[in-house]
DNA sequence: TTGTAGGCGTTATCAA
DNA sequence: TTGATAACGCCTACAA
């Protein structure tokens, strides 16, 4: 019963070309400007197409020639802001070539991953961009025949030869550790994506490097996950507290988030709880909202260079879609400390 | 030079067909379900399609069967929270039953817009769902032959007889107006979308008619304009701004904004120039950024109903594309007043 | 300079 | 129960 009305009742080459009486080949030929066209039947042409209301038909094209014209991307979460920012910049830069972009969201999920993956490739997309929900071999085999039109986001992934544009999250938990770390805490928490989540599990490492660093050993079970959101961050704390004790099950003293989300669900759990942030509990996000600079207190975050992985997305394309180059190019960017006002110096008098 | 390289070299039914040795319309049924196929046939087929890794080509099929389960989406500023949620929940949930969702953003341009229709309109969507740029005849009868398959976001047009999802902007101006001036706030600067934007009118005409109800007259000459950013909000408080004075070139205690952004950028015009938001200088926003909520100060804002335009969209959907019905609908949610600290009350001693 | 014919991968109709 | 055949709208040799 699905798709009963009609849509469109079209306008083809072939209508055109009868109404001018001439064959649809030399429609065709017009219309793609085709110099053995002469001017005049060109104009013709073209006049007629526009005043009957031709769109060309790009299912046909596509089956035709084998290209598309679009460039498919799957992320998830696509409601995190720098993923937004990604994908809206490469979205309106391709589409001042003619490249349409469509978006899917895995969130998380290997199942819709797998499915995302195969809608994606059953519409034929000139390019793939993937930000993989875990490390999947059997989904990423699904792409291996498009290797040379496929970038990785946020995980490399050696078994298929193809572009990455990294971002170094194992760094971007490294700093935000040794921010905690050099502020002297040593009690903290850490709320992430669940781990299965490549870039996730990385951000946890670079946590416990920095750990390492400082002669300490960082305990896993701190490792708290759930799915952005400030709703699960302040779940997450909430479970943690005893509110008869008014106390945490467990010292704390700062918690690392892997999303400003996350940490603002730790503010709103300060905030129900009669906390003060950073003086009671200091918390860093990650992403950097634009936004978190005017919280209260504004947040110490690691800012996202999305300027710049849009841009490392954009030369892949540029080379490989308009230029028709084939070298596998990875790309990689780090992510910085924004300090701001929501992590204690606890070895300040 | 375009698209050199090759795709898969592609499974088809018709391979698979000469794998089996049986013709390829026997396998085509196999793999639709068709009954008349012998199970035996039918689960040989199945089995050897997945071993040869097909996936069927969503063109072809689309070409054929004059559907393509696809939803295009056009939205102005895909960045704004507000409109990435509403995408985000029809794409997920048409997800499930087979819909792919594309989007484009017009960037409240009309040309951009132009672009888009027509690049949707090439791509045989079964629905589309547009945002308008502006309210343009010539673009909006590029539709006239969907309008029992398209759906009008925030603005009313009557000449074409489609479904609408309105948000009531208007009101939303209304109420964001009501709050400065029940608190004393005469002296109102509104910064918001350009006015050809068809929401953003509403949102003044909302603003005007507050003010007449407090027998006041609104002075058009403080309508600021400019595109949702911190950035832009902040330039325009800047502008009007003289710093040797230290005070504005109009008098204002109160900016009345369109976008959580540009309150935004009202707080950072405040921090630059040692003002205090609310004490020197009141601000109200637009959509409720979930994090304006931990804002200093927690912004006040008016609530877009964006559960709410979620919904709507999918009656429609879900109706149309699901049910095969006919009907046309006009929904409509009202936006609600979230009162937070950034805003003072003059009338207080 | 224009027209004819074949095929891209499907689905659907009819015959076998 | 299966197979041949004709579209869908477009592009592109090749022929005229």
């Keep these: 019963m699905r798709g009963t009305t009609s849509r469109n009742k079209s306008v083809t080459i072939k209508s055109i070309a009868e109404e001018l009486k001439i064959s649809f080949s030399t429609v065709s030929k017009a219309l793609n400007h085709n110099p053995a066209i002469k001017t005049e039947t060109r104009q013709a042409v073209i006049k007629k197409a526009k005043e009957m209301g031709y769109t060309p038909n790009s299912l046909a094209k596509g089956l035709r020639s084998n290209t598309t ?155 708290k996950t759930g799915h952005s959101s400030i709703t699960e961050g302040f779940t997450i704390m909430q479970e943690l507290w005893t509110p008869a004790e008014n106390a945490f099950s467990m010292p704390i003293t700062g918690v690392i988030t892997f999303d400003d989300n996350f940490a603002y669900g730790v503010y709103k759990f300060a905030t129900n709880n009669n906390l003060n942030i950073p003086n009671d509990i200091s918390v860093i996000g990650f992403d950097d909202n634009p936004i978190s600079a005017f919280s209260m207190p504004a947040l110490t975050t690691i800012h996202l260079p999305k300027e710049k992985m849009a841009e490392n997305h954009m030369r892949i394309l540029h080379s490989v879609l308009l230029k028709g180059r084939t070298e596998i190019c990875v790309f990689s960017a780090a992510p910085t400390l924004v300090s701001r006002g929501s992590v204690k110096n606890l070895l300040k008098t």
Tied chains: 1, 2.
């Design 69 to 223: 014209e679009t460039i498919a991307i799957i992320f998830n979460d696509i409601e995190n802001p720098v993923l937004t920012y990604v994908f809206r910049d490469i979205s309106t830069k391709m589409a001042e070539y003619g490249y349409t972009t469509i978006i899917l969201d895995s969130q998380f999920s290997e199942k819709i991953e797998r499915a995302n993956i195969l809608t994606v490739l059953s519409r034929q997309p000139d390019f793939i961009i993937l930000e993989p929900a875990s490390i999947n071999p059997e989904n990423l085999a699904l792409l291996s025949e498009m290797s040379n039109r496929l970038i990785l986001q946020g995980t490399q992934y050696d078994a298929l030869n193809c572009h990455h544009v990294h971002v170094d999250y194992a760094y971007g938990g490294y700093i935000s550790a040794c921010e905690m770390l050099s502020k002297g805490h040593r009690d903290c928490l850490v709320i992430t994506e669940r781990l299965s989540f490549p870039t996730s599990e990385q951000f946890v490492q670079g946590i416990e490097k920095a750990f390492e660093e400082y002669g300490l050993s960082f305990d896993r079970s701190r490792v």
